[in-house]
Every structure is written in C-alpha cells, then in structure tokens.
C-alpha cells in the first residue's frame, strides 16, 4: 500500500511575506495568526489556466473544511501587468476567489517555500510546519485523504481549533455587464428581436432599442455574471438575456427573466451559418469555459443545449499529453459521442468554411479542436498539448493558452496564443492538411511592448483576434492595454489603441453606427463595458522593450548534474507498474547547446544530466510524468482490476546559471517534500 503525501522531516514554514493582502477586510496576516488551522497556500499567477484550474479544484475542499481548512493563494506574477495591484484586485474578483490572497510581486514567499512552477500547492499542519509540497493540478483527491489524516492527528494532540477564518469579502462591481469575455455581432434578422413579436402598436419588439432592427445587434458573454447578454448598437441598451445569471450548469429556457439555464464563466461565442444553423436546431455555439463544454443556443426558442463535453476537465479523466519520439501527438477523431468527450477550459470559437467546422481554441490543454454541428464530431486539429511556442504540422505543434480565433480571408485561422504572448497561424490547405506558422512571439517567458519587425515585437498576453479590411490581423494585447496590428505584408507591428483595461476581444463593425468608416468594437473586460475604436490612418509606433519572466536563476556547475523528481502517491494509490515502469522523463533546453546529453524522453525519475561548460545561462525545459490507481492491493500485491487510474505531470522551466561552484544535484516534486 502507498504512503500518504507526507514528510516525517519538521520543517518549520516560512513567513508569508508580500506587499499587501487582499480579501481580509484590510487586515495583514501571518502564520502566528493562522496557528490552529490546516493552511493550503496556492501559489498562483492569474494568466495560467491550471492555476485557473486549481481554483475550482479546490473549492469544494474549501466548503467541506471551512471551519479547518485556510487557503492562502500567494499570487506569484509571470508577467509585468500582473504585478499591477489593480489587475490583480480584479482577477481576485473575476475569478470569484474566496479566500485571502497575499500579493507577492518580487516572489519574496514564492522563494522561500523553493517554488518553481506555477500553480504550486504547499499545506502547513495547525502546528506551523509544511507536510507536503506539491506540484501542478489534480492532487484534490490526495488532500482530501490528507486533511483528514491532519484533522484526526491534531484533535488528538488538542492543537487544531475549530471556527471561521479570516476571509472578508470584497464589495462585489455593479452594473449591467461583469469581466465580459467576448462579443458577437448578430445582423439585422438573426437576432433575438427578430422572433419577440410584435408590440401592441404593430412594430417588432425591440424594433427602434439601440437601431437593433436595421443595424443588428451585439451579443456578449457577461462572463463574471454567468450569462450572455444581447446589447443594441449604443452598447447600453440590454435587448435580451440569456442564461439565469446564477453560475452552474444546466440546459433548457435560457431568455428572460424565468432563464434555468446556466452557465459558468462563457468565454467565446460563433454565430453559425444560417444553412448550418437550421439543420443544427441552434444559432450560436458558445465556449462555457468552466464547465468544460460546448453549448448550443437557439435565438429562435431561447433554449441551451449542450452540444460537446462531459464536464470533466480533460486533463483529469485523460491525463497529460502523451508524444512520440518524435514531437507528435494524437490527432483526429474523439470518438462517435460528443458528451462524451472531455474538453478543458474552450476559451474561444470560430466558424471556419474550409473545414466545414466550429474551429475551438481550447487552453486548458494547449490545442486546437474542431466541432461539426451537424455530426456532433469533435476532433483534434492542432497541438500535440505540449505548452510553448513550436511551429510546424498541426500534429508537432506547440500552443500555450490559446484565447482568440479569427478567420482570414483565404480560409486560414489566426490565433491569440496568450501564454507566448504570440500571434499563430494555422495554415489551412485546400485537402485539410494544416501547418503552423508564428508571426509574432518567441516563447513561454517573453514578452513586451514593441513595434516594429515582427520579430523584434513583443506582445503581453494576447486573449483576442479580428482580420482587419485589408487583410491586416487586430489583436487585442490585453496586458499592455492596446489593440496591436500585425501587417503580413510587410511583416511589422504597429499599434492602434493604447490606454484599454485589460481588452479580452477585438471585432471589426461594419454598421457604421458611428460614422462611416469602419470601427473596431473592443470587449474592456476591466472597465465592464463595449466600446467602440476607431482605426487610425496611421498607426502608432511604440517601442516600451522586451522583457522576459524574472525567475531566481538556480546555480549549477558545468559537467554531470543529477536530477531527482520525487514522487510520493496518496494513500489509496499505488504507482502502475503492470506494464513497466509508470514514470517517465522529458527534457530539453535553451538554448538547445546547453544540454551536451541526458535531453529527450525516457522512463523513470531518476537521470544524469551533461552541462555545457561554454553556455553561461539557460532554461532546462522539464516534463515529469507518473501513474498511479486507486484501490486496496490484491493479495499477491495487485492493483486491482477496473481500478480508477490517475496521471500526475508537471511542466518546469528552471532557470540556470552555470558556475563553478554550483550545484551538482537539482530535486523537483511532483508530489513530495522540498
């Protein structure tokens, strides 16, 4: 039988140090103060779906011990916008986070407890000393052994106490629409006003409301209040709701006032064909972000219906990306039963006429799926669900976080890779074959603000996309504020906007609304609202730098360095070695002349490393994997059969700098003790 997740070391925890807190009503906290409680620190960064994941992992832990049980999340920023205190205050509330949150900009606590990949879970017993440090999402079944383990334990010792913690709500932002996430134009007769009747005068209802009857209509997913809302063309005018506002899931009536239907967190929104749209019996597909699935909406009826995903995050019930040795991975079909398949955070979709297809960016598992309305067939087209930037066939290529799609006009999609912040291509010829391109970006850890060449420029996590009239890509750079435009023709960037809150979609309008040019419409998800933008004759040029993510650079020394990914499954598990050894390693670097050997993918925990004594600094890129099942072992020491199975992994980029006196040994944990 396995050993729960524990050290029989003491290892006193560190104090939680940062610039401020959040969600205490003002108060500062310590360890002193939460001494008697089991403490569960987050360490988090609120651009990363997994820690977005971790989130909701959590939250029924939280309920089920939260007379016991503090969650601290320590927001550890990846990027330069997220130590902004404001954005951070914001995400605290987007996100619906309901436990203190110590804002750690110069990563003092995330050095202290050795964190090194982000999300990092660490839990102190009511004592004050660490029991376990783990590492990635999934481990929910593991602490709940634990918690209780710990619950028992200091019952009996009389040093766990009982009651409320210290968490006080934030006053929660008023107004019509919450942290919208993106925006679909809806023409004149697609819309909901086009089917509400007739009003006691003989008009259309909602004829006149905000031109909607002449000029269409704009539908938007209020994200932050779990719904859609459809807007007039003055973008204050509310034509219709859709969805009860209360986060969850749920088909069925989803307009107006008597809505069962739910959602949790929409993102993305496609407007289908009207041919495809009638034999589907639905207008709009709609990315429901944490539900994990594809939801149809019918502007006709005003019902919701699911459309794909079980509900599962993908990652859970499949686990990791699984590679040749090659760099491919899986693609294709998922099978004949679309509510069967597990999906992971779709963060955006978009109607693609080559493949005849709902194209999906789907972040939670870095790749590109498709959906055909009509067949209910979802498959795999891009992304081998390895995170970073890798260009080439669909099957090879890398994304991270993909937020935006947009559809060019020779039938190719571009996408918002947010995590690279990078702007990607997918090459679409005419017998499906696809290849990936990047226009924009360089990697994982860098970023900026700058024009110019497109590869000297840098963007700040990107979550929007739109093809401009003349055939020029928008992007919505969320992070530095600004709409960018990339110019495939002559290969440079330039920016159009500068001065937004946190812009999550960009669209073209073609109403002329407001004028007689066309405009930009851009989702200021900070500020709540829709505005329109307009587009300059000439663009700006701004050059603000090129920054990358300042990580503590671990010392090594030139030569052989031992690496050592510790393991420990939870009670209940058992590692699944009944066809070898369940363990495997990747490892790369860069640049790739850091790494003399020891790179590439091969079983076990355990490898030795060959340094280059000629490359001052680098990255080594990490992959650990592990197996285990649930369950009691057999008499003969078994897994039993049909047992539950799990898969543990965790992505870590460690920052290097090589000198003589270094470290000859680097210990990792995937679940373990630092």
């Not at 500068?498 to 812009?503: D, F, H, Q, S």
Request: aromatic share 6%.
């Amino acid at each position: 039988m396995s050993e729960t997740v524990r050290t029989h070391a003491r290892v006193r925890a560190s104090e939680l140090v940062g610039r401020n807190w959040l969600n205490t009503g003002g108060k500062t906290l310590d360890l002193e103060a939460l001494r008697g409680k089991i403490v569960l620190l987050d360490f988090w960064t609120f651009c990363c779906i997994n820690c977005l994941h971790v989130l909701d992992e959590l939250r029924p832990l939280e309920e089920q011990y939260s007379d016991v049980l503090v969650t601290v999340g320590v927001h550890s920023p990846k990027f330069e916008h997220e130590a902004d205190p404001v954005a951070l205050a914001a995400a605290v509330e987007r996100y619906e986070i309901h436990h203190p949150v110590l804002d750690d900009p110069e990563l003092d606590t995330w050095k202290a407890y050795t964190a090194r990949a982000w999300p990092t879970l660490v839990v102190i017993d009511p004592e004050g000393y660490i029991v376990a440090h783990l590492s990635g999402e999934g481990h929910a079944d593991g602490l709940a052994v634990l918690i209780p383990e710990l619950i028992a334990e200091h019952e009996a010792k009389g040093t766990l106490h009982r009651g409320s913690g210290p968490y006080v709500a934030p006053e929660a932002t008023s107004g019509t629409l919450r942290f919208p996430g993106k925006a679909l134009f809806l023409p004149a007769g697609r819309g909901s006003t086009a089917l509400a009747g007739t009003s006691d005068d003989g008009s259309s209802a909602g004829a006149t409301a905000g031109g909607a009857a002449d000029k269409g209509s704009w539908l938007v997913t209020d994200t932050g209040h779990h719904r859609l809302v459809e807007l007039g063309t003055d973008f204050q005018t509310v034509l219709a709701t859709f969805g009860s506002g209360v986060k969850g899931y749920a088909d069925g009536p989803a307009a107006g006032d008597t809505a069962s239907a739910q959602f949790n967190e929409p993102q993305g929104l496609v407007l289908l064909p009207e041919d495809v749209a009638a034999k589907a019996g639905y207008d709009v597909v709609i990315a429901d972000s944490v539900n994990h699935r594809l939801r149809g909406l019918s502007l006709t009826d005003g019902k919701a219906s699911t459309l794909a995903g079980n509900g599962i995050q993908r990652l859970l019930e499949t686990g990791p990306a699984r590679v040749d040795e090659e760099g491919a991975g899986f693609s294709g079909s998922l099978g004949s039963d679309p509510l069967e398949v597990a999906l992971s955070s779709p963060w955006d979709v978009v109607w693609s006429r080559k493949l005849n297809a709902v194209v999906v960016a789907m972040a939670g598992t870095h790749q590109i799926f498709s959906f055909d309305p009509i067949t209910g067939a979802v498959a795999i087209i891009a992304g081998n669900g390895l995170e970073g930037l890798l260009d080439g066939p669909a099957h090879e290529a890398w994304f991270a976080q993909s937020s935006g799609l947009a559809e060019d006009a020779d039938g190719n999609i571009w996408a918002a890779d947010s995590e690279t912040s990078a702007l990607r291509k997918l090459v679409i010829a005419d017998d499906g074959t696809i290849t990936v391109e990047s226009a924009v970006g360089k990697g994982l850890f860098d970023f900026g603000f700058r024009d110019g060449p497109a590869a000297e420029a840098r963007l700040q996590h990107p979550l929007g996309v739109t093809v401009l009239p003349d055939g020029s890509v928008a992007i919505a750079d969320t992070y530095n504020g600004a709409v960018r435009r990339y110019d495939p023709a002559s290969g440079t960037v330039s920016t159009l906007a500068r001065g937004l809150a946190e812009p999550s979609d960009v669209i073209v309008d073609h109403t002329q609304s407001a004028g007689s040019e066309p405009l930009l419409v851009v989702v200021e998800a900070n500020k709540h609202q829709l505005v329109y933008v307009p587009i300059p004759k000439e663009a700006q040029q701004v050059d603000e730098g090129a920054s990358q993510t300042h990580r503590p650079k671990s010392p090594v020394a030139p030569g052989p360095l031992d690496l050592t990914v510790r393991f420990t499954a939870p009670t209940g598990q058992k590692l699944d070695d009944r066809w070898g050894d369940p363990t495997q390693l990747k490892i790369s670097s860069t640049p790739p002349e850091l790494l003399v050997s020891g790179g590439g993918t091969s079983v076990g925990l355990l490898r030795t490393l060959e340094l280059s004594a000629d490359v001052p600094e680098g990255v080594l890129h990490i992959t650990a994997r592990a197996a285990a099942c649930d369950g009691p072992e057999t008499e003969d020491g078994e897994i039993p059969d049909h047992a539950a199975c799990h898969l543990y992994q965790q992505d870590w980029g460690i920052p290097v700098v090589l000198q003589a006196d270094g470290d000859t040994e680097l210990v990792l944990d995937l679940r373990g003790m630092d």
